[in-house]
């Protein structure tokens, strides 16, 4: 398979608090994309690292890459119950094809 | 703006009766287009992606097909449906070779009955 592994599965933590989220995948990549999935519906983007960049940051959001490891982490600072959702980690190769190899997920839920 | 239109939201189909989904994008041109299946608390499987009008590439054997008979349009279809082809149908548009990320419809949950 070439889909890679996301952990935690799940993760529960208080508002305030951060949420870290890992991801591993198996083949080189273009770019490593993490989305956003509230229960029932579609996935949002959220943010993107480049294989030649090891740290991006979006509000609230802080992501690294190693690709020697072939990891990345989705780091959320002061965490809102808004955040409560599942995260997914998807793999963009080198492709013209612009196919997404997505992680299996985690499931963070943010208590108030 | 781009948007990215899929219905119907739920569908409740039995054994053997075809299917039809339908993703339409707008305010766009040439878009890549993708189908994903997501089983439950799941990721997703990538089931088809089209490069252009007419062009289908297949990911997994199946049950399913696609077409693609304008530029913005994608379908997602079965002859025959099977109770293992129950599961949330996520339709996505991406400019190019999908870089920049990609652009998600809001979903069909498919329930084969």
């Known amino acids: 398979s070439q889909q890679g592994e996301e952990d935690p599965q799940a993760l529960s933590i208080q508002e305030g608090e951060n949420a870290t989220m890992n991801c591993s995948y198996k083949t080189s990549i273009n770019n490593l994309q993490w989305y956003r999935q509230n229960s029932g519906r579609g996935l949002v983007h959220l943010i993107l690292?480049?294989?030649?960049?090891r740290e991006k940051h979006s509000g609230r959001l802080r992501v690294t890459l190693d690709t020697s490891k072939k990891s990345s982490s989705l780091l959320i600072t002061a965490s809102r119950a808004a955040d409560t959702a599942s995260y997914f980690c998807?793999?963009?190769?080198?492709?013209?094809?612009?196919?997404?190899?997505f992680g299996q997920g985690t499931t963070l839920q943010v208590k108030p | 703006s781009q948007t990215i239109h899929q219905w119907p939201a739920t569908l409740v189909q039995p054994v053997g009766s075809p299917l039809s989904l339908e993703c339409t994008v707008e305010?766009?041109?040439?878009?890549?287009l993708y189908w994903y299946r997501q089983a439950a608390g799941r990721g997703l499987q990538l089931l088809f992606y089209?490069?252009?009008?007419?062009?289908i590439s297949s990911e997994v054997p199946q049950n399913l097909s696609a077409s693609r008979p304008q530029d913005r349009q994608f379908i997602l279809s079965s002859k025959k449906l099977l109770l293992s082809d129950s599961g949330f149908y996520l339709c996505?548009?991406?400019?190019?070779?999908?870089?920049?990320?990609?652009?998600f419809g809001s979903g069909t949950r498919l329930t084969v009955v």
């Open positions: 996505a548009w991406a400019k190019g070779g999908g870089g920049d990320g990609y652009t």
């Open positions: 089209s490069v252009g009008i007419g062009q």
């Open positions: 690292i480049r294989s030649n960049e």
């Open positions: 305010g766009t041109s040439n878009p890549n």
């Open positions: 998807a793999n963009h190769g080198s492709s013209n094809t612009g196919k997404l190899i």
